[in-house]
Each structure stands twice: as structure tokens, then as C-alpha cells.
């Protein structure tokens, strides 16, 4: 009998080691690392890419809604609707063209030595846009290029529509 309950005892003891231990054959798990993620720098875009994205605007401008009069090439009609390509009117004051987009004109003006009176309606809303879609037929359309700035047009005022 002693020797039953030696054996149970040890029996019992061992399970016990065992199961307080962990069990040392138990491969151990490697430690967790804690992986931080860097919120990306947020770079202030070049002027190369304000300009691409001036001029991806500019473009979307004159495609919604100047080639309905001053058409795909920027030929215009001739004797009813102004062109842009070459325009000596727009190359002479391009300023004045953006306030003419945003505001629209009644006057009567001579492009290229032809006459036209036809009025213009606004056409945009901002001058943000004004100086965008005058920059892109100023680098389009057989211009010469060129380059309208926020500071050039900031006296322009928006008449209230």
C-alpha cells in the first residue's frame, strides 16, 4: 500500500510540476514587435505639378464650355465668334481674358483686324478657374504661351450674378 501511494504522490506531483511549468517542451513563441506605420509626408506638389494640373483644368474648362463658340481648334467663327488661336486681342491683355471669362463682355472688339460684337457670356465662377482656362489657350492652339498668376488678377472683381 505504501508503495501505491508513493507512486500515486509522485504521480501527482509530476503532473502538477507539469502543468504549473508551462511544459519546458513547449517551443517558445517569439515576442511580438510592435510595427509602427509612418503616416506618409505630405509633400507640397512642384510647380511643375500645379502647373500639369493648371493646365489639365484649363483643358476641361475649354472643352465644357468655350469650344461651343471658339470650337475645337480655337479658330472661332469668323465674323461671329473670336478665335483664340493667335488671338492679337488675347495675347495683348490676357488679365482682361480672364476677366471676360468670369464676368462675360458686351464690347465690341477687333481680333485679328475683324470686328466682332457678339456678347459673351460668364463662363466660370472663380478666378481660380478664369486663370486656368486662359493659361491653357495661352499654351495652346498656336500660342506662344504664357503664364497668368493669381496676383496678376487680383483686382479683378467678380460682378454678382
Not at 75 to 104: C, H, M
Not at 145 to 155: F, H, N, S
Request: net charge negative.
Amino acid at each position: 500500500k505504501k508503495i501505491i501511494l508513493l507512486l500515486a504522490v509522485a504521480i501527482g506531483f509530476g503532473v502538477a510540476i507539469s502543468a504549473c511549468s508551462g511544459g519546458s517542451e513547449k517551443a517558445k513563441e517569439p515576442a511580438k514587435q510592435e510595427v509602427k506605420k509612418e503616416e506618409p509626408v505630405k509633400q507640397e506638389p512642384t510647380e511643375e505639378e500645379l502647373w500639369a494640373q493648371q493646365m489639365k483644368r484649363g483643358e476641361e474648362l475649354y472643352k465644357t464650355k468655350c469650344v461651343v463658340c471658339h470650337m475645337a481648334d480655337g479658330k472661332g467663327v469668323a465674323g461671329a465668334f473670336p478665335p483664340l488661336a493667335e488671338s492679337d486681342y488675347l495675347l495683348a491683355d490676357p488679365v482682361r481674358g480672364v476677366a471676360q471669362t468670369l464676368n462675360g463682355s458686351h464690347e465690341e472688339m477687333v481680333v485679328n483686324g475683324v470686328t466682332y460684337n457678339a456678347p459673351m457670356v460668364p463662363q466660370v465662377d472663380t478666378k481660380e478657374d478664369g486663370v486656368a482656362v486662359i493659361n491653357y489657350v495661352l499654351n495652346n492652339f498656336g500660342n506662344p504661351g504664357g503664364k497668368v498668376t493669381m496676383e496678376d488678377v487680383k483686382d479683378i472683381e467678380v460682378a454678382p450674378r
